[in-house]
């Protein structure tokens, strides 16, 4: 790696102040152009977009909807395949009128439906105009969207057929009508982070699926206890306020398919050079509300995967294969995240626990530090957690979590391995229901309304292993709070940040941070270096357009491009009052990605 651990961090922009505007806000000296937007075309038969006339089967060909995580595949030195997931749908914003699930026409139904899932579109740098008649320059980090036929092209929808893997594959649980085997699933719903493996392929992760499904008050009894712990209405009127997939299809009503929600919730492997391949759901990797899923690779050459349920007082999570990850063994990775060991994170502060008072003040060792340990769950033939069977811990994961003692988190979102040091990082988002006295020293703040990060340094450096040390070098908020921390970085020298969410790295080393829900205007993306002389120095790199969060972020390998996605811009308005028209400011808001360069070529950050 290209560790720099007591030097500069080579982040020498000039950091952007935060605010609001319809626009996306760079550093002096960037440039940057939408990829793709909501409605491209990404099959070749795919119709123009119309705003006024959409239609299911033409945005089932279409770019998707609220783009979160952005992943990137090299194809060639120009070419590159871009992977999009598409969250959710703001249907207020995209149809006339639109006032609930219960009322819209089923084709707008449908059409939502398709704008979920995910996309693959290929992509390809662009080049320096010299001008008229001199040919191409230097090529730039900016790309665009591949014109015409494109055969690594796809649409991914809530109607994909997909494969459940693993051990709990084929389980009682996961059998329904439409499928006595519990095998075969269609699509996938509410993809919000994700990861990409060593061999190729994208993990995409299924999140706040219970809020498509209706009827939980029809549900079998004794399914009804595990439906709440998801968050899925078990009582009262199931259907006011849902976006009713169950209009057009049936199997999104519980009360007459109760299995059909243990068949989402989890993540899924997608290979974006193979537009024909089946989708595969990983139930080793247990079902929740999953955030992303990204890897390290322990010192015996197995996959480890860290994995964050993003709720209030959920947990942090931990897959370690029983195979090795064997590069160019396509066959043999194909299968590497079916079986192995599921573990959940538990935290101890060093600290005296009455130093912990909830208000973020830092107790007197000066950190909000300690030990932890990885409880083993189960493997994929036996189970560590007393009254589940391994298919129970993998359908159920977050009440076999509690019956661990699993500790108890400020939402964890996005996790992300240092490539300069293989520490781990967690975005931990806010947490409003943390009462004072629930403080701990992992989640030193109730209420959390600023979030934090979290560090972790498993033992002898290895992702195999069950203990490790852990660390919050970073308490957000305003620097001028004094219940918050920047590394011990002079706080009068960096900016407010709230919300953290997706993370990334750049190659040096340091930290890339997309917050959704600034407390001080729009959403952005923020650097800061969690290493060296200038560790804490937080700065903001880009601010999204009005009612965006901002999602991606990715940057490229070459350091030339970072790929952000805001999503949602104009929530909270409607079609006949967007509050955002970006990106072309012609009526309408279009949820896009967006590639960000250094206008002289230097790597991202610099
Ligand atoms: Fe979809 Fe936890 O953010
Ligand atoms: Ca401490
Ligand atoms: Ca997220
Ligand atoms: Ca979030």
Redesign the pocket.
Known sequence: GHGHGHGRSGLKFTGIRPGTGDDVAIPDGYEQRVVVRWGDPVLPDAPEFDFTAQTADAQAKQFGYNCDYVAFQPLDRDRGLLWVNHEYTNEALMFAGYTDGGDADPEQIATAMAAHGGSVVEIRREYEDRGRGRGRGKSTGGWRLSQGWRRFNRRITPSTPMELTGPAAGHDLLRTEADPDGTRVLGMLNN?AGGMTPWGTILTCEENFHQYFVGGEGAPDGAKPAMARYGIPTEGDTRSGNRRFDRVEERFDLSRHPNEANRFGYVVEVDPYDPDSTPKKRTMLGRFKHEGANHRITRDGRIAVYLGD?ERFDYIYKFVSKRSYRKGSRRGNSTLLDSGTLYVATFRGDSPENEIDGSGALPSDGAFDGWGEWIPLCSDSESFVEGFSVAEVLVHTRLAADEAGATKMD?P?DIEASPATGKIYCAL?NNSAREPGQADEPNPRGPNRFGHILEITERRGDAAATKFRWDVPIVCGDPEDEGTYFAGYDKSKVTAIS?P?NLTFDERGNLWIAT??MEWGNDGLFAVPVEGRDKGELKMFARVPDGA?CCGPLITEDQKTVFIAPQHPGDGGAYDDPQSTWPDHDGFPRPSVVAIWHGRGKDIGS
Do not use: H, K, L
């Open positions: 919000c993003d939402r979102e988002t919300s969410d959704d829900g969060e």
